[in-house]
C-alpha cells in the first residue's frame, strides 16, 4: 500500500516513524513550510520534515491547498505531486492546512486523520488541553475517514486513554501520539484486507477544541482553585499559566488545590508561604503554586523560587499581563 502523509508537528512525526517502521510505502510527504525558531529566529524545518529527508522521502510544503486561494501556484503544484505520487491513502496528523475536497478525493482510499480525542467529544485544533481543562477522565485517539466538515468524518478506529490527576498536555501529547501511531498503523492493515468499516460519529455529545490562545495564559483568580489548577496542566508548555506578582509576570508551572483550607481574603490574595509552596485564595477554594519561573529564569520548585523572590503572606497576584 502507497502512503501519502501530511503533518507537521512531533505528534505527526511519531505517526510517520511507525508508519515507515511497518513497512509501508511513503510516497510523498506534506507538511508546513519552515518557520523561524530560537533565538536566531533561522528557518527550521519541521519534525516530520526532518524525518522525511533522513529517510530520502520527497517532501511538499505548499503555503495552501485551495486553487483559488492566495497561493494558487503551490496548490497547483501540489495537486500534480499528488495525482503522481498515485497513493492508496493519505494519512493526516496535526498538518495546519485545512484540506479542500480534491485532496480528500485524490487516494483510493481517501483520508485518515488521526484525532486526538474520543470523536466527537474535542472536535477542533486543541483537543489534547481542552480535555484536560475540562476534568475528563478519559481521553483517547480516532482514526476517522475525512470529509469536508470539521471532523466530522466517519470513525474507524478508536481507543481510550486515562487521564491521570496530575497530566499535563505535555505528558498526555506523547501518550496519545505513541497510541495514534500504533493504532494508525493497524487501521492500515485492516484497510489492506477491507476489514476498516466506517462507524458515523454521534450526534449526540458534540463539542469543540478551540485553539490555545496566549491570553488565556493569564490567571483570573476569580475562577475556583480546582479550574486553575486544571489550567495549569492544561497550558503546560503553551501558553503557560501566568500572574503578576511584585510587578513581574510570573509563570506558574506546578499547582495543588489545597483541600483542607478555607479561602480568606479576597481573590489573589497570599494566605501563606512555606517551602512546599504558595497558597493563594481563589473564588472559591485555595491554590498552592509549587512550581515557579521568573522571566528569563528556569522553571524552579517553590523552594527555590522563594529563595530569590520572597512573597509574603497577604501580597496580591493578579493584573494584566
Not at 7 to 18: C, H, S, Y
Not at 146 to 157: P, S, V
Not at 173 to 191: F, M, P, S, Y
Amino acid at each position: 500500500m502507497r502512503v501519502a502523509f501530511a503533518g507537521t508537528p512531533e505528534f505527526a512525526r511519531t505517526a510517520l516513524e511507525a508508519l515507515h517502521a511497518a513497512g509501508y510505502e511513503i510516497a510523498l510527504v506534506l507538511t508546513q513550510p519552515d518557520r523561524p525558531a530560537g533565538r536566531g529566529l533561522k528557518l527550521q524545518p519541521s519534525p516530520v520534515k526532518q524525518f522525511a529527508q533522513v529517510h530520502g522521502i520527497p517532501v511538499l510544503q505548499p503555503r495552501s491547498l485551495r486553487l483559488d486561494g492566495r497561493h494558487p501556484e503551490d496548490a497547483a503544484a501540489a495537486a500534480r505531486s499528488i495525482a503522481a505520487a498515485q497513493a492508496d491513502v493519505m494519512v493526516v496528523a496535526a498538518y495546519g492546512l485545512i484540506l479542500p475536497q480534491w485532496v480528500l478525493d485524490a487516494p483510493r482510499l481517501g483520508c485518515l486523520n488521526i484525532h486526538a480525542s474520543l470523536l466527537p467529544r474535542w472536535r477542533g485544533a486543541a483537543p489534547i488541553h481542552r480535555a484536560i481543562e475540562a476534568g475528563d477522565a478519559e481521553t483517547g485517539v480516532t482514526i476517522m475517514q475525512m470529509d469536508a466538515g470539521l471532523d466530522t468524518g466517519d470513525m474507524r478506529l478508536t481507543e481510550r486513554l486515562p487521564i491521570g490527576p496530575q497530566d499535563t498536555t505535555a505528558v498526555l501529547h506523547d501518550r496519545l501520539a505513541a497510541l495514534g501511531a500504533r493504532l494508525v498503523v493497524t487501521a492500515l492493515e485492516q484497510a489492506s484486507s477491507g476489514q476498516l468499516k466506517p462507524v458515523p460519529q454521534p450526534t449526540e455529545g458534540v463539542t469543540y477544541a478551540h485553539k490555545i490562545e496566549k491570553a488565556e495564559a493569564a490567571i483570573d483568580w476569580s475562577l475556583p482553585a480546582a479550574t486553575l489548577e486544571r489550567r495549569v496542566r492544561a497550558f503546560d508548555p503553551f501558553p503557560g499559566a501566568a500572574t503578576v506578582l511584585a510587578g513581574e509576570t510570573i509563570k506558574v508551572w506546578g499547582a495543588q488545590v489545597r483541600t483542607d483550607a478555607a479561602p480568606a481574603g479576597a481573590p489573589g490574595t497570599v494566605r501563606a508561604v512555606s517551602a512546599a509552596g504558595i497558597d493563594v485564595a481563589c473564588g472559591s477554594g485555595v491554590l498552592r503554586l509549587t512550581q515557579l519561573q521568573r522571566a528569563g529564569g528556569k522553571r524552579l520548585a517553590a523552594a527555590q523560587f522563594l529563595h530569590g523572590f520572597p512573597v509574603d503572606p497577604g501580597a496580591r497576584l493578579g493584573g494584566a499581563l
